[in-house]
């Protein structure tokens, strides 16, 4: 990505609160002024670059010569890539771009790098005989194990694991990604994201097993202990500050794809019977009154998309309604802005759906979060880039609201959403756009947006929920 | 400002760009979770809050104690007014809300500060005396003369400076405010933003004085010598960081007001003839095309809006244009992004017509522009702030397009801006909204607008210019 | 002051935290490795430079390229020196020693730059009236009231102010210069340290007039109201930083000597009495047991030393004896580390008597002190320096000791320094030295000490002494 | 480490710049004010701490409340040890201390981190191959490599892989540990530490092998090309930071240990005959001058030490000297400054003879180095640590004089370091101590210092040497 100068940054810095907390290798490189101009603070100059972009990205510099450069940016996408995995900044000044790169930078193309995070021997034996020994693990996943070579299914990987273990499987809280199959049998849902709703989610396992995910990141505050009397925690990461900052557990920093797939070849067949599929809550009818529940919203939704579908979300009062009514199997099914960073999801589903023109992406997007980055709704009609645009408009942060409620407070204000018209601002962009009243409307639009090669925008007014409520 | 946590901060840091160089004293709270929780990193964590506001602020902290959260914000506000003035960030935990702010809380609200920046005698004694004996002084004044005692004509300020001295008067490059009334006849418009431009621009001139402005905002990099041979430069300004890095002239920090009015006190008049006014060019004719040129449009503007009005513009193409055709005598009557940071525009006029009931503004904003914060008109709906938007809509970036042209560049993506429907745009946000096409209908829109009390945008179709044209 | 890349700047940090509280206008130019090579890390780059001088620097930068340096120095220069004053950093890369200034260069060596810091005749009016009107107001003197221009006695100045209003006169606490003669009879000595104490010092006064210090640079914790009921507090400094961050009282930021010369000349005498010359407690009498209360020390080197001596002091156990028994009356004539950062005396001792040739200087360092800065020994040997250093040697910690008896823990560990030759040290240096064990000795070492144009040490084994007895 | 708040923290940098290079798992707790009292600046507030360490520390934080300071310091000490190993900075406020931890705290004593960096066994079998059909090998090692486990010969470990490769070794440049037997006829001394001197070296090679150093630290700047035409260099190191900036070569990030043992063991023996051993400089008489040359000294040294002494070290000027006069057969036998950070020499003799107990620590230090550090003298001998100190006095920095003499600059000042009499400095602090003027006395001294249990410090005059000569 390139921005410009420190304005530019700035303007992207919020995004990059997702982007550092999703571990996206992100290489940023910005414009800046003629070098000798910089330090007089002329218009443009970004004065200070590198110390601009943090604390959010991995590395951030601005090379003490045009000769540096190449190396420079070779740094920053090596780094950027190498684990942990996350966004790096590179302030290129103006006058560099036409000095000679210097005969150096050949080796530079050559580059390759990697990482070898391979459990040594003794170390996957000891957790093969801890998982071995538990009488009761469950396994809890994290965004990094949403990758194609650690979901597989029937090969190796983590539902080999869980199966193996017969052991039920959650997300871990503040779910960014989707880890596992939503639809599999051993599947728990999203753990709640307080320290003691975990705490009482693992109560009676003596092994919780994390793999991919910090441990924890918790959101509301609700104290308490951190883990039930005598239930011990293994964690594996990919990111040395998780494992360093972690308030319990023992964690081993390595390659999450080659441990998952050693423990999931290692393990021994668990004698125990295999979890029971959980009871989903049933699906609110539509009841004419003009606004739909979410959850029929979503169900409607899961029905008329393809298999493959991906889905974009932030709703953000709708967080673990997700994973009762979406069908998430494949890997890469499933995007949140991972630092809850608003603003995320209208650009996300254009650059989801650029990257992975073979599937199809439904962006399902609250009121108030789609306003934050309206604007995408150009760049996807310029483009021609064929997102389904879902908007769930319940006129509130509902989010919000349902905070606010359980503080007790009364006058909040600022929480209302009145007024919006969804349809005329994505025609003001130039994207198709219909609202809808009814489900039977909404599987219409949803087969029309579809059947369509452009993007489409589909405003659906939704009765607002309480995410907090029990 | 209230901003939530670290994507909040980030989102705001685009225009924190331009509200640092602007000198606004601008106070920023920004939310934080529980404090024990925030070094575990849990979701909306703020991990390095005083760093990430960084190096866009004067000042950034995050108390160490809820007892220290009242003197912190005192302090924060005392800093942000003090010369030189501007935006300063406070991160609060969320917990501290609920403690008791301590005894001592009652000596801040109390607090009285301010900076005694008038001129000693023999200081000012030396300035008279440059000025009194120069043979052909022109003064240079930047954003921080635009304020209403400074400007002030018929009294003391730097109105009778210039007469006193009949001395010929140019507005420091890179113009945020307006510190000169346009049509005075010693006006002399904008000085060209580059090294060499600048030099020609006071060629002739023994002495130059630059008031209330860096000595300079360079924006275009044309090398050449700083001042032509024999000409000396005096700066006098609020910030020691611009006395301390301007590249050449001797500088005084000193309080704006204090020293202008003791300078315009204080010099002998002139024995000079006054400055004739300068020529300007004639405003275009309707082509009849469907498309006006934006002299067209600002001549029409000037002309139809109330003396009083203010001008909120982010048209970048067009900004030497706006000193020759609108009318800016009141101080207050103009602002423009004072780092270039786009995105101001919109919701800058919201907030001035906040600020100023008793006045009207219109927005002059380019297509380009606009889009960066086309959400200011919800808020703007929604709070009936009477703002008259006008969108200068040439279908281009026609600033960057300049560059590319004057650099002989070809094929220059993303320079162009197709499919924006600005009155569909307003209508989706609750704001009233008309397209012109000629000025005839631009007229009538104008005084429809004026004469209602909500606000309303005018989308206009403009000829794109070339802002480096000689 | 030029400093070695990342090493020797580290080597500088402990000094800064003394430099940047004290306001000493130091501009620090520090090596680097040759542009190109920085970001690869090789030996001796300092990666990062301009971050690792912070916080303890105003500014610190790298310029972006060999031309700009020149003008990077002279900001750094210029701004050290503009109010508040304080050190600067500046790294420049190896190669640029080698380019050519350039010729805009020649109009940095003719800028000068100053601060107008002169009140406003209606705050000057306003503070006037409040010193009039008060029933009984006392002055508190800070270390920038230190200067020639603003202690002067006779004239204009702070004694003139003080006799005018009749006030009694504090030292700011945590002193690190003296800025009112010690042995008028207005003087009160310096204040305690903590909160309650400054409360019950100013007990009785309806008017505290802070100059030229912060308020207030609190060390020991003894929290309470920050000022007697219906005591008011106004503050003049030249800080906007001290000025926003204090906990009470309105604030001025000022040029300390402008507003001292105006105040002086414009308050009316007070028809109330001059205060009482303050009882000053009796020298000890040497015991004979070979060590001496440095109260004896301290009287015998004021009997000894020349009137205009100047005292570099280190020795933290015994900060507000000194007050009691040196004769303090010129300006310039006392230095302490203003950080408390040791390691302090020797080295400053030597910088101030190469910058003061014409008055003789003498060290009064700590044992515990003393060693953090042995080196400066040769330093002063080599230059021929002819500092008189006086080490008083109590062997222990006695500042740590003192609080650690205060609060009641037994077995601290390090806080006893047995077994230092200062002698045998001295002479490894090159510097004269003897050990003294009764004050007849330690007069006639003194007289020799002053005698010689070289540097002297005297070592005086002390007696240990409690800083927090009431 | 313990740190006294800014003051003490600033001492350390200079410090902390070996540290960081280093690799040093090193946790530094530094004081605090009290928490409501730092945002005041009150004395000894460490305004600003966790910037104060950066960027010479891999992590730096302040807890925001006391209940998070027992995991706050777990996540530094965690951090701390996780590959790659580096310092960490907490600050710790005073009023902390007095707090209770929680019941969370006890999860925190449990845990246990650790770093997976096995090869998985496709980059294994790469490497393997690259090795096997490598025409020509060399292996170039670094200070990561200097651990028990890496070094072992006679089982797995870079013994074995050299000679199962018939590869000569290099140790990579500017060299802070031994990580190859001196001895061992594979073994050529250190790298050059420049660009051209490197390429030179390898010349001839078709691939190059580093393991457990960056790629490279160069020191004096000769450009060149990074490497002959046509040789390929592998990369092995523990630190991303590595990796991702090397200029050139492929690199995997992998846990030293395991990689060296791996590649050792699966590597087959080369048919190529072993490399003959390197001919060494032949050690130079004592010309009866009362001055030897350093290499006599080395030699003397090397024949009177144990066999399993510690060399810390640093005398710039004879860097390259000690690899052909010390044996350094065992691991962990060879310190010097890995930043080139002077004042290293005498503490970290202490410090490293503290740890090793059952071996005897030789300190080799320069006397311009000497003086940074001399107070660990005083701390050596009042914790009776038997370090052999030995002085080389050659009066002069003469890696200083050695460049100033090849750039061809005359009168430099500073260079010269005369009158330091190190045996009256070492005396001063209760060492014991002895000049010596010829071999024999030499040899003497060493015996009697290494038959006592007490520090001993032997001062050596010497000739001064020429680093760069060819």
Redesign the interface.
Known sequence: MNLHA?????????????AVVAHSPLVITAGQ????????????AN??A???A???VKWS?????A??VP??I???A??AA??PAGPVYVSV???DWAQDAG??AA??AA??????????PE?LAELVAALDTARSPVLVLGPDVDTAQVRAGAEIGVVQLAERLSAPVWIA??ASRCPFPTRHPAFRGVLP?SIAGIARAVAGHDLVVVIGA?V????Q?EPG???PEGTRLLHITCD??E?????????????IG??VRALSDAVAPAARPAPDPRDLPPVPDDDGSGRLDPATVLAAVAQGAPHDAIFVKESTSTTAMVFDHLDLTLPGSYYFPA?????FGLPAAVGVQLAQPGRRVVALVGDGSA??G??AL?TA??HRVPVVFVILNNGTYAALRSFVNHMGVSGTPGIDI????????A????VSARRVSDVGQLREALAEALASEAPTLIEVPTTPTDPLAP
């Open positions: 420190a304005a530019g940054t700035g303007n992207a810095m919020g995004a990059l609160t997702n002024q003629v070098r000798d101009q910089v330090g007089a603070e002329v218009m443009l004065v200070g590198p110390e601009l943090r604390p959010l510099a601005e090379p003490l010569a000769r540096d190396r420079s070779s740094q920053a090596h780094l190498l684990a000044p103006y006058d005969a150096a080796h530079l580059r390759h790098t990697s990482t070898a995070g391979g459990l040594p170390t809280p503040s994201a910090p924890f990141r918790y959101h505050y202990d951190y883990l040395p500050g494992a360093a900052r972690a308030p319990m557990g023992d964690a081993i920093v390595a390659d080659q441990a630092a809850g960073g608003l603003g306003n934050y309206i604007t150009w009609a310029q009145p007024g919006i018209d969804f349809v005329a601002l025609q003001g962009y130039g």
